[in-house]
């Protein structure tokens, strides 16, 4: 049986707040249960992982909970939250840049290799 998740964030928007609980919380729930997660922020999710950005948006605009928020629940679960190097480089910060949460750069050659070992499944939003 496979301990470890691999939740990839690459079609989630954060333009569209609604997409953004889910994939935190199913890490936050996976970690619970004692599965081993990583989840990457690629794409347009990449900005999540910057500064100011997750904490500016609810979920629920009549919510206190930000994103960030949600990502710390995670992170206290034992969520590994990672960024995207190649969305750095498009948006012109480094790693300087990115949220305290964050444990750092998952690049293409990581994450492939991840999705294809047969140990790992893959949640993708």
Not at 61 to 90: F, S, Y
Request: aromatic share 4%; proline share 5%; net charge negative.
């Amino acid at each position: 049986m496979s301990r470890r998740l691999l939740v990839v964030l690459m079609n989630t928007d954060p333009g569209n707040p609604e997409e953004l609980g889910a994939p935190f919380y199913h890490a936050a729930v996976a970690a619970a249960m004692d599965y081993e997660v990583d989840l990457v922020c690629t794409a347009a999710a990449g900005k999540l992982m910057r500064k100011g950005v997750a904490e500016a948006i609810r979920i629920d605009p009549g919510d206190p909970k930000t994103v960030l928020d949600w990502i710390r629940e995670a992170r206290e679960q034992g969520v590994r939250l990672w960024a995207c190097p190649a969305n750095l480089g498009l948006s012109g910060t480094g790693t300087e840049d990115l949220i305290a949460e964050c444990d750092g750069l998952m690049g293409a050659v990581a994450m492939i290799q991840a999705i294809m070992d047969d140990d790992v499944r893959v949640l993708t939003y």
